[in-house]
């Protein structure tokens, strides 16, 4: 039996357990439970070991991490059949990855070797998709090279269920060539492991693939290291082509099949033509990866393609929920048609549901309108390229059927600027080009700021009714015109706008299927949404000219953005039933707010910084999160009797007097710091989620935390009048306590061995201390104290004491159950500013297990009974008015 050298300690071991079993177990019933034991050993030792040598090909960039991914999860029940699914975008890196894998499990089978019963068959069919498609004979060939390379047979099924096989089907795009060569598990003899890459990830879905990879793609670092290896036969490129490659990798965008083409195709040549080549790329994308990527597009239903290319050409960075009520709007169907695109890679959503698209899938998708008819921009059904816009609009060759997109672009290097003073083409054109195209369902413009305003009072555009999506920022007129009626449009964008109202002269216009208002940074001074009864998020954010008085009495409304909206006074949100998010300007002068006694779907509340005096929240049961901090002139705050998913509660410097949190299970922070007038605060029955309670300089007089098992930190900072603390039960999770500045007499603390810090500094009052101490605990690291002392001329508590007075910062570190047993000697320093020397040393060299001592100050006699200090190693003496030390030193 043969063991490769690189498996080192885990082939030894492998070995052994087997020459173990075969001597004890042969002609055995117990044989079986021995391989399975070794087979388990190496399972355990390949999943635990660093040292596995991949041996990838050192061009193969940033590969071997992910191959390791993928070895891992074939290891996974060694008796099972499993098959595994590697997916992503074209030219993303999965068939060289599935090569890399199969390759290394090929060359590394010897370990296996009488112990697991090695494949006996291995296949890797390449062009899966290109050979099964070619011909009505296409799979049956790739049938007979899976039956070749495993064993000559004519029935697949019979041959794969008698052979444990290791098989790759690369670039599956179709479930009927997955059912024709994969089967079913029960094909397959146990122990067999199918790999299966794919554009389209519901082929390993509709198949039942479990494990499913999706190839990530190169990192800048991976992509520079990458090319510089095919271009330069080196990690780093060579001098004068730094810059050069950076422009080269940031055009790849992490895809391993452009860089390996451009790679190639830049070996060799000088600075000119490698400036020229990437001048090309700008205008004439590189046909060999588009074509590659092509082939998911093919594959797509007819509906599907006009989805994908409206995403490509216009809506993509737009969020999920705007792309999807504007497309529906137009007849498609649209939540279908995104899951179909992104699990075919060519779509993607962010962690906030923003729509996002590959640079190159971007591009494929341009260049397929491009082609319908090439060189004849005005046939074509989408437009962004801002001269051929122009050209079109003043030479009146409209197609109605326009996508139209005016925009800055890096990709193509181009400015839109169609401020009307710096153009020859004037507004008529533009006017009118516009009012011609009939079918014009999304438009986005962006308007540089250089547009004379003097003039916007008495120009506008005109804009067609078919439209979905309207987008102009910096729009320079102060309203939109009467004669668009815009009872097609979905969603508006006029951010950063001269705008003023909405519709000239005031008019009102029923909008029903208006969902989406985006007017952020503009001019508005009025805003009337009467007639707009289906709006759902609406953006006024610092629209700083909207005065006084606004009413969104919206029943579907979600979203709400009124940051940097500072002159609103009057807010009223009485049905808003639906608002999920409310976002709120930093300082509110607000002195009326009318909240939906029934807000059932929202999530957040932010209203801090205002002037409100009370705020009934009425019906919220899925509030998570209420922030009314800063809310310096807050009387009164009526909780809903319950709020299961109430998570994070700030009430911070408000003038509230009483609060009765109600019924909020979930509650994990509450905040009431400064609030100076707060006398009573009502707890819930149960705060089981509580883990930061913070109620420093109120009024409290006693605190009950015993129904609260969870706590972790609880800030009493200067509680004046604090006089009880009721602590009952074990405080197993209490890490931090500060109870400083407060009138306690007595503190029992129960059980907390997982306190670290307690602050009772001026806690002059303070006489007993009772700490629960597990007396099982072994004695744990020896102490640290570091004590700072400053002289003081009188001490409050007995102004006519003649004795020394001084004060000192205290800084004790020791195991907790100790630091519970010398609590009292700390107290007994800290309760005022004058004391006796005796005292002062007896209190520091009763801490026996004191290993390190720092006293820094002024502080003229050093401790004369140091010599009790028996652990004690490091003496630190920080003073200048020491006199003399003592005969124990």
Request: hydrophobic content about 40%.
């Amino acid at each position: 039996m043969k063991f490769p050298s690189s498996y080192g300690l885990i082939a030894r071991i492998a070995k052994e357990q087997y020459q173990r079993a075969f001597r004890m177990a042969l002609g055995s019933t117990l044989y079986p439970v021995w391989v399975r034991n070794v087979q388990n050993v190496v399972r355990d030792h390949m999943s635990d070991s660093c040292d596995y040598d991949f041996n990838i090909d050192e061009k193969l960039v940033g590969m071997e991490s992910r191959v390791k991914e993928v070895v891992s999860s074939l290891g996974t029940g060694f008796d099972d059949v499993l098959m595994i699914g590697i997916k992503g975008m074209g030219g993303g890196g999965k068939t060289t990855l599935a090569r890399a894998v199969f390759d290394q499990i090929s060359s590394h089978f010897d370990v296996f070797d009488q112990i697991s019963s090695q494949f006996e068959g291995k296949s890797f069919v390449e062009n899966f998709r290109e050979v099964s498609n070619a011909s009505l004979s296409g799979l049956k060939s790739l049938q007979k090279q899976v039956l070749r390379d495993v064993l000559n047979d004519k029935d697949i099924k019979r041959v794969m269920h008698d052979r444990k096989v290791l098989v790759v089907l690369d670039d599956v795009d179709h479930i009927d060539q997955l059912e024709a060569l994969a089967g079913e598990p029960n094909w397959l003899k146990p122990g067999s492991r199918i790999i299966i890459t794919t554009r389209d990830e519901q082929v390993l879905v509709a198949h039942w693939v479990k494990f499913i990879h999706d190839v990530s793609l190169l990192s800048d670092k991976e992509a520079i290291c990458l090319f510089g290896r095919y271009a330069f036969g080196r990690d780093n490129p060579i001098e004068g082509h730094k810059e050069l490659s950076i422009q080269v990798v940031h055009y790849a965008s992490g895809l391993l099949l452009t860089l390996r083409v451009l790679s190639s195709f830049l070996c060799g040549k000088n600075e000119l033509e490698w400036t020229d080549a990437l001048e090309r790329l700008k205008t004439i994308p590189l046909m060999e990866t588009l074509k590659k990527l092509e082939l998911s597009y093919i594959s797509l239903e007819e509906d599907y393609k006009e989805i994908f290319l409206d995403i490509g050409c216009m809506l993509k960075g737009l969020h999920k929920d705007v792309v999807v009520t504007t497309l529906e709007s137009c007849g498609f169907h649209i939540r279908n048609g995104l899951r179909v695109l992104e699990q075919k890679s060519l779509v993607t959503f962010s962690k906030f549901e923003f729509v996002e698209m590959h640079d190159h899938i971007i591009e494929m998708g341009r260049n397929i309108v491009r082609h319908s008819h090439p060189d004849k921009p005005h046939k074509h059904s989408r437009l962004w390229v801002c001269n051929e816009i122009e050209e079109i609009l003043s030479n009146d060759l409209v197609n109605k059927n326009f996508v139209c997109k005016l925009e800055k672009t890096n990709r193509f290097s181009l400015v839109t600027d169609i401020s009307f003073m710096q153009y020859v083409l004037n507004l008529h054109n533009f006017r009118e080009g516009f009012r011609k195209m009939k079918g014009l369902r999304f438009l986005s413009v962006l308007i540089e700021d250089r547009f004379d305003n003097s003039k916007s009072k008495k120009v506008s555009l005109d804009f067609p009714d078919t439209l979905r999506y309207l987008s102009v920022k910096c729009y320079p007129f102060r309203s939109l015109p009467k004669t668009f009626q815009a009872n097609n449009l979905v969603a508006l964008v006029m951010a950063y706008s001269c705008i003023i109202q909405l519709w000239e002269g005031g008019e009102r216009k029923v909008l029903n299927k208006m969902r989406f208002l985006d007017l952020n940074h503009s001019r508005l001074c009025t805003l009337d949404l009467g007639l707009v009864q289906n709006l759902e998020t609406l953006n006024l954010e610092g629209c700083n000219n909207l005065l006084i008085y606004v009413d969104i009495s919206h029943s579907r409304l979600r979203t709400l953005d009124l940051r940097r909206a500072s002159n609103l006074e009057t807010l009223i949100l009485n049905v808003c039933r639906n608002l999920v998010e409310l976002q709120m300007p930093i300082v509110i002068i607000w002195n009326n707010f009318t909240w939906p006694m029934n807000a059932k779907s929202s999530k957040n509340l932010n209203i801090s910084h205002s002037k409100l005096k009370t705020l009934d929240i009425g019906l919220t049961p899925n509030l998570e999160n209420l922030d009314l901090g800063n809310c310096n002139y807050l009387e009164e705050v009526h909780m809903a009797d319950e709020c299961q998913k109430l998570k994070n509660v700030k009430l911070s410097h408000s003038k509230l007097r009483t609060l009765d949190i109600g019924q909020t299970p979930s509650c994990e922070n509450l905040d009431l710091g400064n609030c100076n007038y707060l006398e009573e605060l009502h707890m819930a029955d149960e705060c089981q989620m509580l883990k930061n309670l913070k109620i420093s300089h109120s009024k409290l007089r006693t605190l009950n935390i015993r129904l609260i098992p969870n706590l972790e930190n609880l800030d009493r900072e200067n509680f004046n009048y604090m006089e009880e603390i009721h602590v009952v039960g074990e405080r197993q999770k209490l890490i931090n306590l500060n109870i400083s500045h407060s009138k306690l007499r007595t503190l029992n603390l129960g059980p907390t061995p997982n306190l670290e810090t307690l602050d009772l500094k001026e806690c002059c009052n303070l006489d007993y201390t009772l700490c629960g101490v597990d007396e099982s605990h072994e004695v744990g690291p020896l102490a640290v104290l570091h004590l700072i002392v400053e002289s003081r001329e009188s001490c409050p508590l007995h102004p006519n004491n003649s004795l020394p007075k001084f004060e000192f910062s205290c800084f004790y570190e020791e195991d907790r159950p100790l630091l519970t047993r010398n609590l009292e000697k700390l107290i007994s320093l800290s309760k005022c500013a004058c004391t006796n020397h005796e005292m002062f040393s007896g209190s520091i060299c009763g801490l026996q297990r004191l290993r390190k001592l720092k006293l820094e100050g002024n502080i003229r006699d050093v401790l004369k009974d140091l010599d009790q200090l028996e652990c004690l190693e490091e003496l630190f003496l920080l003073s200048t008015t020491i006199n003399h030390l003592p005969d124990s030193i």
